[in-house]
């Protein structure tokens, strides 16, 4: 994870509501590419994907340090 994605990362952690569609973009794209997977935009009707993949993501970002770059 970048610094860059570190920090939308971190913001993105602090939001409540539902996902917006930038959001949605953003959350498949860094999926992809910190599990190395093809980028792929799943329909937001069913939140159990995204769920799915915020909740990877997170346990990866609880489990680096901040980057320094």
């Known amino acids: ?7 939308n990362w971190e913001d993105f952690r602090k939001k409540t509501g ?10 498949a794209k860094y999926y992809a590419e910190v599990y190395n997977k093809k980028y792929s935009k799943p ?15 997170n346990t990866h970002f609880e489990s680096i340090e901040r980057p320094t770059e």
Do not use: F, P, R
């Not at 994870?1 to 920090?7: I, R």
């Not at 539902?18 to 959350?27: I, N, P, Q, R, W």
């Open 1 to 7: 994870m970048t610094l860059e994605q570190y920090s």
């Open 18 to 27: 539902d996902l917006k569609g930038s959001e949605a973009k953003m959350v």
């Open 43 to 57: 329909c937001t009707c069913n939140g159990k994907i995204y769920q799915h993949m915020i909740n990877k993501l």
